[in-house]
């Protein structure tokens, strides 16, 4: 039995382990899947919207993912990472101005109706590109959606369009839904965007507010012998500490999304039964970053920002405040991206005297009580380990002479006094890689971005040559140089610090051992489930 | 009965000035909360500029504070308490859904720590300074220290994680399409945890102020007359002391109503009941103004109509109690 927990020692052995078991997939210890049975598991949030295709965020996918599919899923085994789900192909024409999708055959939506190119058209013209937050930006020059058979769908730029940044946003970004359902009355207020219509394994069932939602097995899904699940329960439970106590007492059978906190982890790897899961996320990425205010006349200056990177030990913020569940950076693109990363950047290793150093030469000298300067330090309160983090770094700085003082906001505070009153010298926050720099990664550093967009440069800082390059590759066409003005944008944000990145981070899964099937593509959780089973 | 119907009438009348006060008052302290809902929303979805200024156009939030304040007055004159923001549905609809689970984990509560609490309370009384008074006092006091979310975790871990004699948390065993009878026993077994959790902590004040109230009633030249009477020890115990201790208790008890609404917040996220406490919370995270307006407005309707109960049944059980303005 407790040969297949993975107890947290395993896991920091090294990554050659890790490697070893994405080579063998977990599905490879169990036996055929057993059909039937009811999976109850830990939801925290209850979205006000459950149409991926408006919303397109973790939170979302979640939950509708298992009803609404896209045209691909992301794939450790598929060519560019990808695994066909209502497309079977894609191809990009060489000017960069269409895209080609064949779609799959006989598929269904749960009211019977037959899926076709045209609700393709309509998801992609009338919701990804106008409504939906990250479309917004990627299909921003999608002229036309042309249908020349009802299983073809070719789309049509305005500017030429890196295929393989549209390669790499399908797995987020591509949700469909249904033309008969949504072209009647305004789409932000049809009633299906509480109780989704899709073509998923999976039917929307009843949401009981506070309490669960719970999905239906597809009878006439594509996939053959899927699903094998009956029904799929989505328990909220608020609290931080009930997911792991209802792990124990068998309520539920699986917490994913990393409900149980880091600090459980230990010693719920122990309970018999209960298996602790790190893969699985690969694709859903979050960067502990200290964003800054290039405002402020001392961090306007290069020597003062790699003075705060020197301080920080990544190494020591890994084994603390992560517990050894996570990754450190190097820079804005992760390490466990397979396209976009390079390890040849400017590194900062942690060295107090250096830093003391650069700071001195900057001509910011120590006063007579210690401190050269004080700062105004946010952390982001969404995650435990970014708060964890912003206590660190304010300790990090004391020891340089730089006097941090934590503003504690909530959510909706945090995200107004940074991204709209720009109202912080240094802020703690987790944004999300997803796949491709140009989905949400050029735009925390790019400048002219007006003031009230979260997530993004809202520090001021301006930088020509970086923002040529983000404009150059935003237009590159071929993939090798595409990626290659990508890796450059690395080495020039590594060089000049418009923010420093600290850590890499994703989820952990805790399942019982008789859920099967757990993990098996890098956005596992927020994958259709098509084949998770249960064994008894 | 003249009685309570005036007390009936002074405090309609006195309501309706305090339910605007807070309306108002709740009004402003969230607009001076930093961040609107459009803020807490794309917390979790981000966005660009265009769909965040679209965002706030359709939520009304580009509007100026005074307006949508009197919007909502408005709309509140005629019975409608507004749509809710994170929710897109009628405010009234999600308050009705959780209204009762509040009430029955609150009322069953009550009915413990009043009841339970009184009987300790008598218990200790019967006997002021015996060893088991002290017993009893002490082992409330250190009940009532207790914080209640940590009392809530502990009897989670205790019975339903390791001996496993109870549910979790919920209100309601999930998708269980039980009806009937078999329903009511699902969720007073859903209960028996949170109300413990929040029942307990809230008896010992009862138990202090019944003891107290004994301990001075045993002093009092009325009970020397008992004792000189011969009457037995219960009868003096129960129908002389005990009875005149209870008063304050009933005092207590409309005091407290507002009280366990605070504390079912907590209890209500540990043991994932979704109630109204619960609901506020969330209401203030998301900066849904109308939302948590509804729930104050709600809530604090509740307490005033408990604490009119509780008023007439003081002027029912003692004479004294508005007989002044009965006279006037």
């Known amino acids: 039995m407790s040969g297949f927990t993975i107890s947290r020692r395993k896991l920091l052995a090294g990554s050659a382990m890790l490697l070893a078991s994405a080579a063998m997939p977990i599905s490879g210890w169990t036996q055929t899947p057993k059909k039937g049975g009811r ?107 042309e249908t020349p058979d009802s299983l073809t769908a070719v789309f049509k ?16 970004l591509s949700s469909v839904v249904p033309k008969h359902i949504y072209e009647i009355g305004k789409i932000e207020d049809n009633p299906a965007n509480n109780a989704p219509i899709g073509t998923g394994p999976f039917k929307f069932g009843e949401y009981k507010p506070g309490q669960y939602y719970r999905l239906t097995k597809n009878n006439d899904y594509w996939g053959k012998d899927e699903p094998y699940l009956d029904e799929i329960i989505y328990q909220v439970l608020p609290d931080r500490t009930s997911a792991a106590s209802a792990l124990e007492a068998e309520e539920i059978q699986l917490a994913a999304f990393s409900a149980v906190p880091l600090a459980d982890l230990d010693r719920i790897s122990k309970v018999p039964g209960l298996k602790v899961i790190s893969k699985g996320y690969e694709g859903l990425t979050y960067q502990l970053v200290v964003e800054i205010n290039h405002r402020r006349k001392e961090l306007a200056d290069l020597k003062v920002r790699q003075a705060i990177a020197h301080a920080i030990d990544k190494d020591f913020v890994v084994k603390t405040v992560f517990l050894g569940y996570a990754a450190t950076a190097t820079g804005p693109v992760p390490k466990n991206d397979p396209q976009f990363y390079t390890a040849d950047v400017p590194n900062y290793a942690f060295d107090v005297a250096k830093a003391n150093a650069l700071l001195d030469e900057a001509g910011y000298k120590k006063g007579p009580d210690g401190k050269r300067f004080t700062l105004r330090l946010l952390p982001a309160p969404y995650f435990n380990e970014t708060k964890q983090f912003g206590d660190y770094l304010r300790q990090a700085l004391a020891a340089i002479g730089i006097d941090a003082q934590l503003v504690n906001n909530d959510s909706a505070a945090h995200i107004k006094a940074v991204y709209t009153d720009h109202a912080f010298d240094l802020a703690v926050g987790p944004p999300v890689f997803r796949g491709d720099p140009a989905i949400s990664t050029t735009i925390l550093v790019q400048s002219g971005i007006p003031s009230g967009v979260p997530f993004s440069n809202q520090g001021g800082y301006k930088n020509d040559a970086l923002d040529a390059l983000i404009a150059k590759a935003s237009e590159t066409l071929d993939s090798a140089a595409r990626t290659d003005l990508y890796k450059e944008f690395q080495k020039q944000v590594a060089a000049d610090l418009p923010l420093i990145n600290v850590a890499e981070w994703s989820f952990i899964s805790v399942a019982r051992e008789t859920v099967g099937n757990i993990a098996n593509n890098p956005r596992w959780a927020v994958s259709n489930w098509a084949d998770t089973y249960l064994e008894s | 009965m003249s009685r309570a119907l005036i007390l009936l009438r002074r405090r309609v009348v006195g309501s309706i000035f305090v339910l605007m006060i807070v309306i108002i008052g709740t009004f402003l302290l969230l607009e001076a909360a930093p961040g609107d809902a459009v803020d807490a929303y794309v917390v979790a979805t981000g966005g660009d500029a265009g769909m965040i200024e679209l965002l706030r156009h359709r939520w009304g939030l580009d509007q100026s504070e005074l307006t949508r304040l009197a919007t909502y007055l408005w709309a509140l004159l005629h019975l409608d308490l507004g749509q809710s923001v994170t929710f897109s549905r009628p405010i009234r609809d999600v308050i009705v859904e959780r209204l009762p689970n509040t009430l029955l984990l609150m009322g069953s509560a009550t009915a413990l720590s009043f009841g339970l609490g009184s009987l300790l309370g008598i218990y200790a009384g019967a006997r002021p300074g015996s060893a088991r008074d002290r017993l009893l006092s002490i082992g409330s006091l250190a009940l009532y220290a207790v914080p209640g979310f940590w009392f809530g975790l502990l009897l989670i871990v205790v019975f339903a994680v390791n001996l496993r004699w109870l549910p979790i948390g919920g209100i309601e065993t999930l998708a269980s399409d039980k009806t009937g009878l078999d329903r009511a026993a699902d969720i007073a077994t859903h209960l028996v945890l949170p109300v413990s959790a929040l029942g307990f902590i809230y008896l010992a004040l009862y138990l202090r102020m019944m003891r107290a109230g004994m301990a001075e009633a045993w002093r009092q030249d009325f009970v020397l007359a008992t004792l000189a009477r011969g009457l037995s020890r219960p009868r003096i115990v129960l129908a002389h002391v005990a009875r005149n201790a209870l008063l304050p208790l009933v005092t207590m008890l409309g005091l407290q109503s507002a009280q ?17 406490g619960r609901l506020a919370q969330e209401a203030v995270a998301a900066r849904d103004t109308p939302l948590l307006l509804g729930i104050i407005l709600v809530s604090a309707v509740l307490v005033i109509v408990i604490n009119l109960l509780v008023d007439i049944a003081y002027a029912l059980l003692d004479p004294r109690v508005g007989a002044n303005e009965a006279g006037a």
């Open chain 1, 157 to 172: 730029f305005a500017k030429p369009t890196p295929f393989q940044l549209i390669r790499n946003a399908l797995p987020a």
């Open chain 1, 39 to 145: 999976l109850v598991l830990a939801a925290d949030s209850e979205p006000r919207n459950l149409n991926p295709a408006i919303v397109a965020s973790n939170g979302v996918f979640f939950i509708s993912s298992k009803i609404v599919e896209t045209l691909a899923e992301a794939s450790y085994e598929g060519k560019d990472g990808l695994a066909p789900r209502l497309a079977l192909s894609w191809e990009g024409a060489a000017d960069g101005l269409s895209v080609t999708f064949k779609l799959r055959v006989g598929v269904k939506w749960h009211d019977g109706q037959p899926f076709t190119s045209a609700d393709v058209a309509f998801s992609a013209l009338q919701i990804w590109k106008p409504l939906q937050n990250l479309g917004r930006t990627v299909f921003k020059d999608l002229a036309a959606v």
């Open chain 2, 260 to 276: 366990m609404l605070g504390g079912s917040v907590v209890v209500e996220s540990v043991f994932s009941v979704p109630g109204l």
